[in-house]
């Protein structure tokens, strides 16, 4: 992504267009985006630079301290060059903002990990430092001749909140320091000096669990391989007995390795990942399906369907469901249930969809139940009582799963192809 840096300037290649998605997830990226979006005077210039961003119309972008500059592209294809203005924290301002973030541990330890906690920047907030811009602190200047936001420089306002959203140092470099500084100033004031006495082993219990909000998670524990691999061969050239079906017998043994690598990787999570992963036995209907995928011949196939009372078809369906999700994807799959319409997950809903289309853009949807089909095109989401969307599309007369869930509806739209 990056074509040139120094500690001083940061040059990012264009950014691919941002169909069906925000241009900002974190909430600092969405607190950028409210700077520009709350103080421009024109908000059909806003929306023409959301348009021309979402197109990807906005080049390469240099980010510097107090300026980002980039050349952006009208829809007639002229150029124009584009400067967003936002003040640098004073000699002063710095030095408090880093005596802040080394009080914890956590605050560096996040800004690493390209997360901007919350708490820093409240902290910061309060000794007079605005890390974020505000109302009316991101000023354009464009070679159109607008004297407030136009379409070129709200364009490079939404695309730099990408930017934001995936390094927080691009910030603070706006801000006056890059990354490398910051990190050096911080190492500075860790370090003891020589003639101190050495700080006690540990960590005070009482400012380790007042730090717990923000300290950031721990790394995930390995992985099991997969595919967990094949079962021992069973050929003893020896005829099997009465009843006994070799092929069927294969695949029992190879599903039985699957989920005994399913269950290994579900004890590894996170005590919170358990729970809400454990759930309620499996029924023989949902077991066979589980049984079914990658069944190795037609004749297991058949004594599948048979088992959980579904024809080829649906297990067939019922299978490319449950390698999308397991039992939440086929219970989503043979399902309907009708949420509360006037509820929140509805109106969230709709505002995700609002904020992820321009207006002449946003497909229309008709809800039924927990099941959204957008208008003159083969493509539905569905709502899972877990609250994920399912994507789904229409073929040979019958909706199949198109991809995995998604937490918002937006983004299974797109993964159903419908952006």
């Known amino acids: 992504?990056?074509?040139?840096?120094?500690?001083?300037?940061?040059?990012?290649?264009?950014?691919?267009?941002?169909?069906?998605?925000?241009?900002?997830?974190?909430?600092?990226?969405?607190?950028?985006?409210?700077?520009?979006?709350?103080?421009?005077?024109?908000?059909?210039?806003?929306?023409?630079?959301?348009?021309?961003?979402?197109?990807?119309?906005?080049?390469?972008?240099?980010?510097?301290?107090?300026?980002?500059?980039?050349?952006?592209?009208?829809?007639?294809?002229?150029?124009?060059?584009?400067?967003?203005?936002?003040?640098?924290?004073?000699?002063?301002?710095?030095?408090?903002?880093?005596?802040?973030?080394?009080?914890?541990?956590?605050?560096?330890?996040?800004?690493?990990?390209?997360?901007m906690p919350t708490h820093l920047v409240e902290d910061a907030a309060s000794a007079g430092i605005d890390l974020l811009p505000g109302l009316g602190d991101l000023e354009p200047e464009c070679d159109c001749g607008a004297w407030d936001h136009c379409g070129h420089t709200a364009a490079l306002c939404y695309q730099m909140a990408r930017l934001v959203d995936q390094d927080p140092f691009v910030l603070l470099l706006?801000?006056?320091?890059?990354?490398?500084?910051?990190?050096?100033?911080?190492?500075?004031?860790?370090?003891?000096?020589?003639?101190?006495?050495?700080?006690?082993?540990?960590?005070?219990?009482?400012?380790?669990?007042?730090?717990g909000d923000i300290l950031p998670p721990l790394p995930a524990p390995p992985v099991p391989p997969h595919p967990p691999g094949l079962p021992p061969a069973l050929d003893t050239e020896v005829p099997p007995a009465p009843g006994v079906d070799p092929a069927a017998l294969r695949h029992l043994a190879a599903r039985t390795?699957?989920?005994?690598?399913?269950?290994?990787?579900?004890?590894?999570?996170?005590?919170?990942?358990?729970?809400?992963?454990?759930?309620?036995?499996?029924?023989?209907?949902?077991?066979?399906?589980r049984l079914a995928v990658d069944a190795p011949d037609e004749a297991v196939t058949g004594?599948?369907?048979?088992?959980?009372?579904?024809?080829?078809?649906?297990?067939?369906?019922?299978?490319?469901?449950?390698?999308?999700?397991?039992a939440a994807a086929l219970a989503v799959l043979e399902e309907e249930w009708a949420p509360d319409e006037e509820g929140e997950i509805h109106a969230r809903a709709r505002a995700d969809l609002h904020s992820a289309w321009d207006?002449?853009?946003?497909?229309?949807?008709?809800?039924?139940g927990n099941r959204w089909t957008v208008a003159d095109a083969p493509v539905q989401i569905r709502l899972g009582r877990d609250g994920r969307w399912w994507p789904y599309r229409r073929e040979q007369g019958r909706w199949v799963p198109a991809g995995p869930a998604a937490l918002d509806p937006a983004t299974a739209l797109a993964s159903a192809g419908s952006a």
């Open 1 to 115: 992504m990056t074509g040139h840096d120094t500690d001083t300037e940061r040059t990012f290649a264009a950014l691919p267009p941002a169909q069906g998605r925000g241009f900002a997830r974190t909430w600092w990226g969405k607190a950028w985006l409210r700077a520009l979006e709350d103080a421009a005077l024109d908000s059909g210039q806003v929306k023409t630079g959301r348009r021309l961003a979402r197109a990807g119309a906005v080049g390469a972008v240099s980010v510097r301290a107090g300026r980002i500059t980039a050349v952006v592209l009208d829809r007639d294809r002229t150029a124009h060059r584009a400067d967003v203005l936002l003040a640098e924290l004073s000699a002063e301002q710095w030095d408090r903002f880093l005596d802040l973030a080394v009080e914890r541990s956590g605050y560096v330890a996040a800004l690493l990990d390209r997360e």
């Open 174 to 211: 706006m801000r006056g320091r890059g990354e490398q500084s910051v990190l050096d100033a911080l190492q500075a004031r860790t370090a003891a000096p020589a003639e101190e006495a050495p700080a006690p082993e540990g960590v005070d219990a009482a400012e380790a669990y007042a730090a």
């Open 257 to 289: 390795a699957v989920e005994a690598q399913r269950l290994l990787t579900e004890a590894l999570r996170p005590h919170s990942d358990q729970h809400a992963a454990a759930g309620a036995e499996l029924t023989a209907a949902q077991d066979a399906v």
């Open 303 to 326: 004594r599948l369907a048979e088992g959980s009372g579904r024809d080829p078809h649906s297990l067939a369906l019922a299978t490319r469901a449950w390698e999308l999700g397991g």
């Open 359 to 368: 207006e002449d853009e946003r497909p229309t949807l008709r809800a039924v």
